[in-house]
């Protein structure tokens, strides 16, 4: 026949099953609070990828030439010239002028 278990042993082992069984729950609640915040910034994430996706389309339109060049003329008053024209500018008399 087996001996039985003393008192402090019983105590012993029923705190620490009750200290398992609090680490358990610990866990757990740890476990749903993070799973909540990581479902929470995955939203976020797709959120700010459309938003990206929508700032690249805005900056793609805004940055075309034809939208560019039309600007010019019309905000900057800038025309195309009929012939080419190219002008030189010689930076020498400006450099040796230099103190």
């Known amino acids: ?6 008192l402090p042993t019983l105590a012993a082992l029923t705190v620490l099953v009750v200290g398992a069984a609090l680490w358990v ?3 757990k609640q740890s476990h749903r609070r993070l ?4 479902d929470l910034l995955r939203a976020q994430r ?8 929508q700032l690249q389309l ?11 060049e039309r600007a010019a003329r019309e905000r ?9 024209v190219v002008i030189v500018n ?6 040796s002028a230099a103190p």
């Open 90 to 95: 010689d930076l020498q008399p400006l450099m």
């Open 46 to 53: 797709l959120q700010l990828d459309q938003e990206w996706a």
């Open 76 to 84: 900057g008053g800038m025309i195309e010239p009929a012939l080419p």
């Open 1 to 6: 026949m087996s001996k039985p278990a003393s």
């Open 25 to 27: 729950v610990h866990n």
């Open 58 to 68: 805005e900056e793609a339109a805004l940055a075309s030439h034809v939208r560019v």
């Open 35 to 38: 799973t909540s915040e990581h």
